[in-house]
């Protein structure tokens, strides 16, 4: 399977039963759909959670796409979306639970990350995000770590780019006040 | 409101006119600079968490784990379709039983256990062959509402009703109008046979 092979012609192959072209997709693509999950989530195992349940829905899905958009903006978008749904199964679970619910960035026991000082630095962090609205923590997301235009998170969540505008600069207002309070 | 310019200006909600003007405000103005570049240093604490290391081994078994967890789908989903069938097939041989195995009347041994309203019956029916006697029979068949109306008076069923009647009853009786048979009907229960 040669990586200079386009995304089409890979979807093309998996059509035509290759499931070493999905293989290579899921390669490909694998980080993204992680990381993305994991800055949402702030945990380790929801993210893994999270990326199996992508890799179920492009595999049964990948027949059907028609490259409307490109393979990456697709392949985000249900990451996206699946992230989202995630984390309000999550939310219903701790209003319906009797137990309290530790926080969810402290559930960590099975990080992935191996440097303590960069895992104590990204729990940091994550605590921030997760004190934002969803929409807005998704949108700020996507144009700091993937540097995504306005245009292409329109693409990938439907979103106007207005709103999107507006939910990026109360995120990192949010974020400032926040960060100033913790140090 | 130099912070929220700030803001709007690193997310790219300035038009052109406005991020010249704000530019202009930065060079002139250290509070404000201090305050742009305290955001910016912020915002880049997040970017450069972006490059973390971690375990390679998990990337590289998503893969076969998402493979494992395929191939139990596949032989799991077979399952509930056999097991709706098996229960479809269960529901409708138990049905099947209930049917063939529903017991038939019997009749003859329904009239001779109902001997607790023989002896009413009998002297009831003494009573009502005397009354008969004076009716004129008509061309209209009415056993069964004789039949009907005397049963529900002494609780009995209509079959063995028709077991004792038989045996005391003349046959014009079985041949008298409705009218007839409603004043026969009245007749009997002011003679209070019950």
């Known amino acids: 399977m040669s990586f200079t092979e386009t995304d089409f ?6 059509n035509s039963g290759s499931e070493k072209a999905f293989n290579e997709i899921v390669k490909r693509h694998r980080q993204k759909i992680y990381w993305h999950a994991r800055r949402m989530t702030a945990n380790h195992l929801d993210a893994d959670e999270i990326v199996q349940e992508v890799l179920l829905v492009l595999y049964k899905k990948l027949g059907g796409f028609k490259f409307k958009s490109s393979l990456y903006t697709w392949i985000y978008s249900i990451t996206a979306t699946r992230s989202i749904n995630f984390i309000k199964r ?23 990350i191996e440097s303590i000082e960069q895992r104590e630095k990204l729990l940091r962090l994550e605590k921030v995000l997760q004190k934002l609205p969803v929409k807005q923590r998704e949108v700020f997301i996507m144009r700091m770590y993937d540097a ?15 709103g999107l505008k507006a939910n990026y600069f109360h ?8 960060m100033k309070e913790n140090e | 409101m130099n912070r929220d310019d700030i803001f709007r200006f690193l997310g790219g909600l300035m038009s052109d006119e406005e991020k010249i003007s704000f530019e202009e405000r930065l060079n002139k103005s250290p509070m404000l600079q201090k305050e742009f570049n305290d955001v910016k240093n912020i915002l880049r604490e997040f970017k450069e968490n972006d490059s973390i290391e971690v375990k390679e081994d998990y990337f590289n078994n998503i893969l076969p784990r998402f493979r494992e967890k395929l191939e139990k789908k596949k032989s ?14 269960i529901l409708l041989a138990l049905t099947a039983i209930f049917i063939l195995n529903e017991k038939e009347v019997d009749e003859s041994a329904i009239a001779v256990n109902d001997e ?19 009716i004129i029979s008509d061309s209209i068949y009415n056993e069964d509402v004789i039949d009907s109306l005397i049963a529900d008076e002494l609780n009995l069923q209509e079959h063995s009703l028709e077991y004792a009647v ?6 014009e009786v ?7 048979a409603e004043i026969i009907y009245h007749e009997l229960l002011n003679k209070k046979i019950l």
């Open chain 1, 148 to 162: 995504l235009s306005y245009e292409e998170i329109s693409r990938i969540t439907g979103k106007s780019v207005g």
């Open chain 1, 90 to 112: 999550r939310k219903l679970k701790e209003i319906f639970s009797f137990e309290d619910q530790p926080d969810a960035a402290l559930k960590n026991d099975d990080d992935i």
């Open chain 1, 171 to 178: 995120a990192i207002k949010k974020i400032t006040e926040l």
């Open chain 1, 9 to 14: 012609e890979l979807v093309e192959k998996f």
């Open chain 2, 76 to 89: 799991f989903t077979l399952v509930p379709k056999y097991a709706a069938g098996f229960a479809i097939v």
């Open chain 2, 116 to 134: 607790y309203n023989y002896e009413a019956v009998d002297d009831y029916l003494k009573s009502y062959s005397t009354l008969s006697s004076t």
């Open chain 2, 166 to 171: 038989s045996s005391y009853l003349p046959a």
């Open chain 2, 174 to 180: 079985y041949s008298y109008s409705n009218e007839e």
